[in-house]
């Protein structure tokens, strides 16, 4: 069955997936989400851009409790990713545990799936992983670039 995302516009899809992000033409400032002005120089000249897919933990917790209207599984992972182009990007992680988590640590941007639609169909999310959990999933966990069975519903 398809996949669709969160909400469109926010990433890529794929076998590579990217956020989607802006760069000011004025002043160079990376964000995320995509946005028409510079929310650091005030320019409306943006242009929008792949943001780098890998970065490194910043921040971190682990969610307990579903918040309300949230229809995934918990506990989940939460955390802060900077990515190279110095965006901090508020997340969630594919790990949950915080003890596994550690400052500075390498990430990488994949899908998750976070819970089915009225229609059945599976509602793709971004999450960032630990890299030797991002490269080494096991054929049955990434569905069509999707890591499965991590966070997430199947």
Known sequence: MHAVPVRPGLFTEGES???LG?????????????????????SDGTEAVELSARGRLW????VTTAPP??????????GVVELPEGVRVVTR??????????????VEMVLVSLH???????????AFAPRDEATDAAPGDAVAGVAGGRAGAP
């Open 17 to 19: 997936p990217h956020l």
């Open 22 to 42: 802006s760069r000011c033409r004025a002043c160079g400032a990376h964000s995320f989400p995509r946005a028409d002005t510079c929310s650091y120089c005030s």
């Open 59 to 62: 921040a971190w917790t682990a």
């Open 69 to 78: 209207g949230y229809r995934g599984d918990v506990p989940y992972g939460l």
């Open 93 to 106: 992680l594919t790990e949950a545990d915080p003890a596994r988590l550690a400052a500075g640590q390498d």
């Open 116 to 126: 089915r639609d009225e229609d059945g169909q599976r509602v793709l999310g971004y």
